[in-house]
């Protein structure tokens, strides 16, 4: 049970609703970072729901860890598990497995890894993802693949993009297996295909035909954000949207900054998600139209102004930079919270505004005028 539909468009920038079983999803959408069921920075669900979060993201590799995707479903499933009414994203575990680079061997039928946590031997395959992920009962799940670093050797890259490929068609099968078995949780799960490719056109032009033949829910770029330049990740977008179908939702894992966003939402992407929001505030760096301020600077300890005018979040309803400032000098964890709590709000907030620019047809003008605001003076 999916409906993505299109409402409007403005140039190659779309409008749309991801209809699904824990709700319809207005895009574009960024995703609230969630790695182990959480976002770090002490939010809670209903703190996520506050600041206006569509959906969660979680990570499959980090919950098979810790607690065990067992337990969460004995538990009656992720939702359940946060308490969170709202959709939920699961990554594959993918980007998790490839990163323990030293840690990991690729074989055919998936890859051998040692736990970051205890050392132990863990084997994560298609199928294993899949069933970690209809454990999790999240609402999209997705596909396992081979993140290749965005500059590897063409022969790599072309040898593991054919081994996705190969991997994306073990886990439909094997997603539709899950979703029919009695004790599934969700069995309306859905399952989004990842494009790799790494920086090669026309290696990511054709697995990109190769995957929209395949009749998935939605589908995903990923192998961005990786060490290639943003002109490289745009001119990626450009290449593989088109070969992508038009009736199903878009996404750009791991993006990124507001203004890669402002240009992917302009290529035609629905969805985001990114650690940086969340990262970023828990060290006291937080967003506002006017760039980026980092509120351990000094020139913010007398400063009695919230850290956006205007801002509707709960933290500048009531808080003032200089108290900020003082709970992250002094260690304490509202601090933290405090400005992750911005920053996701800032996040979700400029999704809506984007939203809106494209109802109303006035997307690049609103896009220019954001990015000139981004690049002013810090306030």
Not at 44 to 67: A, F, M
Not at 310 to 332: D, F, M, V, W
Request: hydrophobic share 35%; aromatic share 8%; charged share 25%.
């Amino acid at each position: 049970m999916a409906e993505y539909k299109i409402l409007t468009t403005d140039g190659d920038a779309k409008r749309a609703q991801f209809e699904t079983v824990h709700g319809i999803i207005q895009t574009p959408v960024f995703m609230n970072v969630g790695t182990a069921a959480a976002i770090k920075g002490a939010l809670s669900s209903e703190d996520l729901e506050r600041i206006g979060c569509q959906v969660e993201l979680s990570n499959t590799y980090h919950l098979h860890v810790r607690p065990g995707d067992e337990i969460v479903k004995k538990l009656g499933g992720i939702h359940k598990f946060m308490n969170w009414n709202r959709p939920v994203l699961t990554d594959s575990g993918g980007f998790q497995v490839f990163s323990l680079a030293g840690l990991r061997k690729i074989k055919e039928e998936g890859v051998t890894f040692n736990s970051h946590i205890d050392g132990r031997k863990i084997f994560m395959g298609p199928e294993e993802s899949m069933r970690i992920q209809s454990n999790l009962a999240s609402t999209i799940a997705m596909a396992f693949d081979e993140c290749a670093p965005a500059l590897a050797d063409r022969n790599y890259v072309k040898n593991s993009v054919d081994r996705t490929t190969r991997w994306l068609e073990r886990c439909s099968e094997e997603m539709k297996r899950l979703n029919s078995l009695e004790d599934t949780i969700n069995k309306d799960q859905l399952l989004f295909g990842i494009n790799q490719g790494a920086v090669y056109e026309d290696i990511r032009t054709e697995h990109a035909k190769r995957i929209a033949s395949m009749e998935l829910d939605g589908y995903a770029i990923g192998g961005l954000a990786v060490g290639e330049t943003h002109e490289q990740m745009y001119n990626i977008i450009e290449t593989v949207v088109p070969h992508l179908p038009k009736d199903k939702p878009t996404y750009l894992m791991g993006v990124g900054t507001p203004a890669n966003i402002l240009e992917a939402v302009e290529r035609g992407i629905d969805f985001f998600d990114c650690v940086y929001p969340s990262r970023n505030g828990r060290h006291g760096h937080v967003y506002t139209s006017k760039g980026k301020l980092n509120l351990f600077n000094q020139k913010y300890e007398l400063d009695d102004r919230p850290i956006e005018e205007g801002c509707k979040c709960p933290t500048c309803q009531r808080y003032s930079r200089a108290y900020i400032r003082h709970l992250l000098k002094a260690k304490e964890m509202l601090g933290m919270r405090l400005c992750v709590l911005h920053n996701l709000y800032f996040y979700n907030n400029l999704m809506t505004e984007i939203r809106n620019a494209i109802e109303a047809h006035e997307f690049a003008a609103y896009k220019k005028r954001k990015l000139e605001g981004f690049l002013s003076e810090e306030v």
